[in-house]
């Protein structure tokens, strides 16, 4: 303990000069980098309260005035050790906090919405930095967790203080074809039991609308606000930019009556057909295509290939259907509607057929399986579904929600994509316009909103028209049959972009074992910027 005083009280009896002629230039060089950083910072964020730290940072490389690491001379071992894990979690936690917050994060992809383009499995390095780093919203919450705390269930951030939106200077900007991650616009609301349906939707499904979700806390849980930055992040691809009007006409995308290119990897959803012949696991995975996308689980708990047989298909889901001719006359009646749906007829059976997701590569080499007949497009229909509680409603349904389009995910739109400083009317359409831009309105620029009476009443004042704040997107995912996305739930806001992937960095396949290729070595740092 004496030597530990003695060298205290030597380094504090220095003086100024003292100090400054002490400092190594390792030191100097330290402190010069780290005064370099946080001008840059403050020149790129506006954050001027950052340049108060440079004098701390002069004092802890340079003056010493302050004993910043006073344990590291203390005689006591494990107090030394333990403050040593202390700094090192300490420093690592805020080094984490800066990087993740303003630089780069690391996304991980959860579902196949974007495949072949992006793979469920791989791990993706985001630049926060390519559309402008958008800066803290909610500024106090925990690194690496976007809005639960692992093992605890809890919130990793607390509601206040909430910052206002602003974006500092990138190095471009949303260009069409983009893949995007953003966080998750109708994900403002949710149902904690049911967190991977959007309230929205939920609210639509249930006779009793939002009433019924507040107040069924066994079925739904607790109804949940979360703040933009803490809202689940998704990743699509940007299809529609902001003042554009998009449209989808038999699965190809229309922008201002033009149509754009399609993704090279996208998918669509086919019916597959074979002679009777069971398509095999080997061609399943030369494909690449995913067990979820092919197999079930059987009643022994075993995942099996998922087909049908067409012919016993159609006499299970119409079992009065021609009941009462005779074999051959009830075969020629099935056939005809078989072959009118698009099936093929091999003899006396129409074999058997998967629904699976391909891309036109994928499906040009099963067309040429010498067990695989026919191959087309599989159509979605628009039915009037009862659900759980008896509400009738068009099945499945589109943004808006809450206006009769009978848009579906192959014909979808006209729509208006809200571009700042651009104003709609409401002179015409309003049923519609309201049904389109009022969750924009309301929840994304923060107005409160009514409509009655046939008028829009904007912040209590009855309103003609209405000009938007912000910019909006419209995203899509690659693998189009299968995707939840702005044709389901409506436009991303600028205020939720969060960033551009850059590559991959690490790509795992869910399917295979650690020694059977489950590391797509193929994959790894592999750009993942506009695949």
Partial sequence: MGTTSNQNNSSAKKSFKERLSGATRKQWVKFLLITLFCIAFTIWTGYYLVLLLIPLFFDSYILKFIPWAFWKTSDNGPFRKFMEWVDAIGF????????????????????????????????????????????PMTPLSFPLAQHTLPVLDCKSYLDKPQLKYQRFAGFGTIERGNIVVFNFPAGDTVALNMQQADYYSLCKLDARGREGLWSDKARYGEIVYRPVDRRENYVKRCMGLPGETLEIKDDEVYINGVKVADPEDMQLRYFVQTDGTAISEQVFDELGISQDDYAVMNERGQLS?????????????????????????????????????????????????????????????????????????????????????????????????????????????????PKKGETITFDKDVDYKVAAYERVIKNYENNQFDYKDGKVYINGQQADSYTFKFDYYFMMGDNRHNSADSRSWGFVPEDHIVGQPLFVWLSLDKDKGWFNGKIRWNRIFTSAKKK
Avoid: C, H
């Fill in 92 to 135: 690592a936690l805020i080094a984490v906090y800066i990087i993740n917050t303003f630089f780069f994060q690391n996304y991980q992809i959860p579902s196949s919405s974007l495949e072949k383009s992006l793979l469920v499995g791989d791990f993706l390095f985001v630049s926060k930095m390519s559309y402008g780093t958008r800066s």
């Fill in 305 to 417: 290939a998922n087909y049908f047989d067409p012919l016993n298909e159609l006499r299970r889901a119409n079992p009065l259907l021609n009941k009462s001719l005779p074999e051959e006359m009830k075969y020629t009646s099935d056939s005809l509607q078989l072959t009118q749906l698009g099936f093929v007829a091999k003899g006396k059976t129409f074999g058997l057929v998967y629904t699976l997701p391909l891309t036109k590569q994928m499906v040009e080499t099963l067309k040429s399986k010498p067990f695989v007949i026919n191959i087309f497009k599989e159509k979605e229909r628009i039915e009037r579904r009862e659900t759980a509680d008896g509400k009738i409603i068009d099945y499945p349904f589109y943004y808006p929600i809450n206006y009769p389009t009978r848009w579906t995910r192959d014909a979808y739109g006209p729509l208006w994509i």
